[in-house]
T-cell receptor, first 113, second 113 residues
Framework: ETGVTQTPRHLVMGMTNKKSLKCEQH?????MYWYKQSAKKPLELMFV???????ENNSVPSRFSPECPNSSHLFLHLHTLQPEDSALYLC????????????FGQGTRLTVV | KQEVTQIPAALSVPEGENLVLNCSFT??????LQWFRQDPGKGLTSLLL?????REQTSGRLNASLDKSSGRSTLYIAASQPGDSATYLC????????????FGQGTTLQVKP
């Protein structure tokens, strides 16, 4: 079992669909993150959760809705996405939000058609 | 604005060569700097973490240095191998951006047999 596990690995969805991405960490960390990686752009932070509380929303559109039921699980609920939302979505975790190493999952490759 | 820049964007070297990847950042007030490796379509693998108080870290054939005052870090890869071919990402955790890693664009390395 790898440290940070994301499912599904690949997802194709229509613009009217609703889907969810799941992330689970087995490292006992307290902070979890969603990042977006678009083609030819640097990785960009979307959300930060620390002890299940959202501490950062990096001006993300409301069609992306995160959920953190506990410190080990993080979800990203998707609805009415646009084709430009197609990207690799990466989940990460760390022991704390300061001064600690971040570990990433394998990502979900999302294609919006 | 806090930014991270990596040069070169791409690098191709023959097997066995020693090489240096560069990362620069705009603010010296950092918690840490992390180097990652990313294979095509995959997630990020943490290679080295350098805390703000450290000057360098080593892991096998990899050595990363940090010079906060000049806002620079280098990743040195000794005796490169074809299996080192990947994109290398530098990420900085700035002090006033708790939990938010700022990434460079990455350097895509190709090691030719």
């Amino acid at each position: 079992e790898t440290g940070v596990t994301q499912t599904p690995r690949h997802l194709v969805m229509g613009m009217t669909n609703k889907k969810s991405l799941k992330c689970e960490q087995h490292l006992g960390h307290n902070a979890m993150y969603w990042y977006k990686q678009s083609a030819k752009k640097p990785l960009e932070l979307m959300f930060v959760y620390n002890f299940k509380e959202q501490t950062e929303n990096n001006s993300v559109p409301s069609r992306f809705s995160p959920e953190c039921p506990n410190s080990s699980h993080l979800f990203l609920h998707l609805h009415t996405l646009q084709p430009e939302d197609s990207a690799l979505y990466l989940c990460a975790s760390s022991q704390a939000t300061r001064n600690t190493e971040a570990f990433f999952g394998q990502g979900t490759r999302l294609t919006v058609v | 604005k806090q930014e991270v820049t990596q040069i070169p964007a791409a690098l191709s070297v023959p097997e066995g060569e020693n090489l240096v990847l560069n990362c620069s950042f705009t603010d010296s007030a950092i918690y840490n700097l992390q180097w990652f490796r990313q294979d095509p379509g995959k997630g990020l693998t943490s290679l080295l973490l350098i805390q703000s108080s450290q000057r360098e870290q080593t892991s096998g054939r990899l050595n990363a240095s940090l010079d906060k005052s000049s806002g620079r870090s280098t990743l040195y890869i000794a005796a490169s191998q074809p299996g080192d071919s990947a994109t290398y990402l530098c990420a900085v955790l700035f002090v006033n951006n708790t939990g938010k890693l700022i990434f460079g664009q990455g350097t895509t390395l190709q090691v030719k047999p």
